[in-house]
């Protein structure tokens, strides 16, 4: 039998504790229980069963964007939309892919990650989803590529070859590991298809030193 785990803390670190309450004070969440010291503040917010855990440090972590930070489902994204548009918060329509036939919404938390908001299914005063070619449908491989071209991109062109051998013509975007050890950049079309024929492939993050240089500050 599986073990019980009635809840889970989603934790994130973020640069300014006030700034992000404020923001997750906007998608419904509301603070539970805080806590401050000399060099670190923390604050756990809650929404029905939802708890998100902002940590903050000073000075403050070296915190890479991430393409996706967390997605939340709502009964009425309508009424949250309302609320962050009061607010002024900046917007996309991601369209009604299959799983939030309510529709999706992408935001950026203050520290610029992105934030989905979905609604799994269409509710009876929505009208049915028409139209939803020329709005922006989420892809987390076109995130990566974004937050890679925001720190300076890559020249370099896809690392794959077709079954001739001759290079694929594209720019490579997203740099993709797997367990082993290797690491490949390539143009986001062959990202996806090794992404669903590799099993052990992921997305790597640029720059980071990742096991050896954790290994090396400890
Ligand atoms: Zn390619």
New binding site residues.
């Given amino acids: 039998m599986p073990p019980d785990a009635p809840s889970m803390v989603a934790a994130t670190y973020v640069r300014n504790i006030d700034a992000s309450r404020a923001f997750y004070q906007l998608l419904g969440f509301r603070e539970h229980s805080a806590g401050r010291a000399e060099t670190s503040g923390w604050t756990v917010m809650h929404l029905d069963g939802l708890s998100v855990l902002l940590a903050s440090t000073t000075p403050p972590l070296e915190i890479p964007r991430l393409p996706l930070l967390f997605y939340f489902f709502y009964a009425d994204l309508d009424a949250v939309v309302a609320v962050l548009d009061v607010a002024g918060v900046q917007l996309t329509r991601t369209g009604h892919p299959p799983h939030a036939l309510g529709g999706e919404v992408k935001v950026l938390d203050p520290d610029g990650n992105t934030v989905l908001l979905g609604q799994r299914e269409r509710s009876a005063s929505q009208a049915p989803a028409a139209g939803d070619e020329g709005l922006l449908q989420f892809s987390l491989l076109k995130e990566t590529a974004a937050v890679v071209a925001a720190r300076g991109g890559t020249s370099r062109a ?3 070859h077709d079954s001739n051998g001759g290079p ?3 720019r ?1 975007e997203v740099k993709l590991a797997d367990s082993l050890g290797d690491m490949t950049w ?2 986001l ?2 990202a996806e298809e090794i992404l669903v024929t590799v099993p052990a492939a992921f997305i790597a993050s640029q720059g980071d030193g990742g096991i050896a240089a954790f290994l090396a500050r400890h």
Avoid: S, Y
């Fill in positions: 896809c690392q794959v694929c013509p594209n490579a390539v143009c079309i062959h």
